[in-house]
């Protein structure tokens, strides 16, 4: 919600992760922190679609050169890397590492292991204009930029989230007249995958399968398209990424994220960030920090030791800042780290911390002038940070809260051709878990059989028939809550295998029941390939109940496998299931982990299926063979009287290679 967003990263915790000097700018200079390049094995990403960066390694050519302009971008030499000036000593920028640079231009992902873009001067030069916009602004005006549009009554046509405490309040109000002395105010809008509660916008892969494809270039451009459509709807702050770590396996926002590592996650929100930014919108690194499970997740306390909090869970937000992020998001929970306690929401209306509260605050003296024209300063810093104040800026052109107001909403088209890195990502994201007989790649079947609902459209009523995909009928592409957008079109498996199919004369037989073991069964018998779809949804509010698949997923697949000895399953989920029921079955010949790939889910994994694209995906996260072999499990209990202790018990283990192991590296 708008309030996260004021809250400010602690830069003297994060920069404590790799042990240097602190930055004075909470959302400023990077260029104090030391960049500790961490190499991975070679990798590269086979398909027909050439070549591109993967993480630990670049590749001679990348996606960006081929696809867009943005590797030629580079920072300008005429602009000087410079610090701003800290109380504590820091360490001087190493000549060629710290680029000076605007977000507007950031490095190519080739770089991205051996540079850190300095972007001191820019913020430098955003505070020094927000100081001066500020400086004619009475007290009122002052704490209203601090405060969202539903603490001063007035409607709002941005959405950040809508929860028991709070509701929508994605706008923070103009200061009039914007023409001269005032200013214009923002649109807070989400989600980490696309535009949300708009149409007419992509609904692009979730960040768990943007990290499944640990490909730099994929992920920045990801991240440049969402950036430039929210820009085009006329928002200013983009409430993503969302780079919580997968800590517990049934957590119910790990589809929002990049999975269980803090590499992986860190380097994905890095490439999204710099991507986001480039785009002209304000990105927003959440939930600072622990923010790991939905259960009472605005009544418990995360409790992390030093070490873990550090090298772990604080490692994608100190990415976030070399990354340049204009703006964090605080966590919904308590926070306990060495004493520290902070609070994430703190609701809206009488017992709100802002508006006139905020104004009463500083009347009396509980809250300094200075402090609050602190706060005011770095609201617009973000704004001139990415050159919001530029003319050209759109103007919101949309009603998230009321999509059916024909004087509110102009129907916008931003999607351009977006569509094709959908279906890039969809099918590099791919994890290929088993192929035995040469089941992959289909050649030309005979014919094929589909089985299960996740094969097909929605049978009721289309792909947004649950507002923001809070639950699943048909093909699963995104999970649900304030992460999601809206779907202008889904392409499932069903429409993507028939266009195929026609191409090759391929007969087609499928069956959309799930519960229809026997039929899917009797159907399956001699068809050249049985093809088994089943998924696992979750959202925002709660954590999944547990690691199976949905609709009797589990039954279906082996009731298939019982009657065809080539038995393919394709597993679109948020997250980890337990395959053990199935995964060493005779007859299931191939394993795709498809996750959750957005709108060109059906296209993605036609071009897996039949060789398009060699699957190149690997696995963000662990799949056990139990529940109880992870190391960590929700937390229940709690009640709104009764703080919820989540015990971060498992702590941090240390890697520890003997000299035998080192010497294969």
């Known amino acids: ?260 590592d803090p590499f992986l996650a860190g380097e994905a929100a890095y490439e999204t960030i710099l991507g986001m930014q480039q785009g002209g919108v304000q990105a927003c690194a959440k939930h600072f920090i622990d923010n790991d499970q939905e259960h009472a997740r605005t009544t418990s306390s995360s409790n992390v030791d030093d070490r873990t909090q550090h090298e772990i869970y604080a490692q994608p937000f100190l990415r976030s800042v070399m990354a340049g992020t204009a703006s964090v998001m605080c966590s919904y929970m308590n926070l306990v780290f060495k004493g520290m306690t902070m609070p994430g929401n703190v609701g809206a209306g009488p017992g709100s911390f802002f508006g006139a509260n905020l104004t009463a605050a500083v009347q009396s003296k509980l809250v300094s002038e200075d402090r609050l024209k602190d706060m005011a300063t770095r609201v617009l810093a973000g704004w001139y940070f990415l050159h919001q104040d530029a003319s050209s800026f759109p103007a919101v052109n949309f009603n998230a ?75 699963l592409a995104m999970g649900g809550g304030s992460g999601t957008a809206n779907f202008t079109y889904l392409i499932s498996p069903y429409e993507a295998l028939q266009a195929r199919a026609r191409k090759d004369r391929t007969s087609v037989s499928w069956i959309f029941d799930d519960f229809n073991v026997a039929r899917a069964g009797n159907m399956a018998i001699g068809t050249s390939a049985a093809i088994v779809f089943v998924n696992s949804d979750s959202s925002e509010g709660s954590d999944r109940a547990n690691l199976t698949a949905w609709h009797g997923g589990d039954n279906l697949i082996l009731a298939v496998a019982a009657q065809n000895n080539n038995t393919i399953v394709v597993v679109h989920s948020v997250g980890q299931l337990i395959i053990e029921p199935w995964i060493d079955h005779p007859n299931v010949t191939a394993v795709l982990w498809a996750g959750a790939p957005g709108e060109e889910a059906g296209n993605s994994i036609t071009d897996v299926l039949y060789g398009d694209w060699n699957p190149s995906g690997r696995l963000p996260y662990t799949i056990a063979k139990h529940i109880e072999d992870y190391s960590a499990q929700v937390t229940l209990g709690g009640t709104p009287g009764n703080i919820l202790q989540i015990p971060y018990t498992e702590g941090f283990v240390p890697l520890v290679l003997s000299a035998s192991c080192l010497e294969q590296f």
């Open 1 to 260: 919600m708008f309030h996260h967003f004021l809250s400010f990263v602690l830069l003297s915790l994060l920069s404590a992760a790799n042990a240097v000097g602190s930055s004075s700018s909470a959302l400023g200079s990077s260029a104090s922190i030391l960049a500790l390049s961490v190499s991975s094995p070679s990798a590269t990403t086979s398909g027909s679609q050439g070549a591109s960066t993967v993480l630990g390694h670049s590749a001679s050519q990348t996606l960006l050169q081929s696809r867009t302009a943005i590797s030629s971008l580079v920072p300008s030499s005429a602009i000087q890397s410079s610090a701003l000036a800290s109380a504590a000593p820091s360490q001087g920028p190493v000549p060629g590492l710290f680029p000076a640079t605007d977000p507007k231009h950031p490095p190519s992902t080739r770089d991205s292991t051996i540079i850190v873009p300095d972007f001191a001067p820019a913020w430098s030069a955003a505070h020094s204009k927000a100081k001066a916009k500020i400086a004619g602004f009475s007290l009122d005006e002052l704490a209203s930029v601090a405060t969202g549009v539903q603490s001063t009554g007035r409607p709002g046509r941005c959405v950040a989230i809508t929860i028991s405490l709070t509701t929508a309040q994605g706008n923070i109000p103009p200061v009039e007249p914007v023409s001269s002395r005032g200013w214009p105010g923002l649109c807070l809008e989400d989600s980490p995958l696309g535009v949300r509660l708009a149409d007419f916008v992509t609904a692009f892969p979730t960040g768990i399968n943007a990290a499944a494809t640990f490909n730099r270039s994929l992920i920045r451009l990801r991240g440049l398209y969402m950036g430039l459509e929210h820009v085009g709807k006329g928002v200013n702050v983009a409430l993503g990424p969302m780079m919580n770590l997968a800590r517990v396996a049934e957590g119910g926002r790990n589809f929002e994220g990049f999975g269980e």
């Open 401 to 475: 809260n009321n999509p059916g107001d024909i004087t509110t909403n102009e129907h916008i088209d931003v999607q351009d051709d977006h569509f094709k890195i959908v279906r890039e990502i969809g099918a590099a994201s791919t994890v290929l878990l088993k192929n035995e007989n040469g089941a992959l790649p289909l050649k030309r079947p005979r014919s094929i059989f589909m089985a299960g609902s996740d094969a097909g459209p929605a049978r009721e009523a289309g792909p947004n028939a649950f507002r923001d995909q809070s639950g699943n009928d048909g093909i």
